[in-house]
Nanobody, 123 residues
Framework: QVQLVESGGGSVQAGGSLRLSCSAS??????MAWFRQTPGKEREGVAA??????YYADFVKGRFTISQDGGRTTLYLQRNNLKPEDTAMYYC????????????????????WGQGTQVTVSS
């Protein structure tokens, strides 16, 4: 069983930056990714990574960067030029299966999940 713990959430003004981190208790095969969710909406994929391959949702391209350490036990999400619509609970996920962007950003493809970290962007 892999446990994931997110950190780095908080409040920031629009245009600001925050970096989220996710620490995994062990290595897991497959994709690692970030998802986000707001009340009343489905969880949506933000960014995913597997080796040198990265996928991003259209709404974050050019603003967010996903990365991980060499041991694949720490995942990061650098977020720049934050907007109020980026306000959400952000979740780290691991053990993702499949290939291609659609699978990489599909929450149903992931086996391990963190508890989430809240990000609030004010205008």
């Amino acid at each position: 069983q892999v446990q994931l713990v997110e950190s780095g959430g908080g409040s920031v003004q629009a245009g600001g930056s925050l970096r989220l981190s996710c620490s995994a208790s062990a290595y897991s095969a497959g994709y690692m990714a970030w998802f986000r969710q707001t009340p009343g909406k489905e969880r949506e994929g933000v960014a995913a990574i597997f080796s040198s391959t990265r996928y991003y949702a259209d709404f974050v391209k050019g603003r967010f960067t996903i990365s991980q350490d060499g041991g694949r036990t720490t995942l990061y999400l650098q977020r720049n030029n934050l907007k109020p619509e980026d306000t959400a609970m952000y979740y780290c996920a691991a053990g993702g299966s499949g290939s291609g962007q659609r699978s990489a950003l599909d929450s149903n493809r992931y086996y391990y999940w963190g508890q989430g970290t809240q990000v609030t962007v004010s205008s």
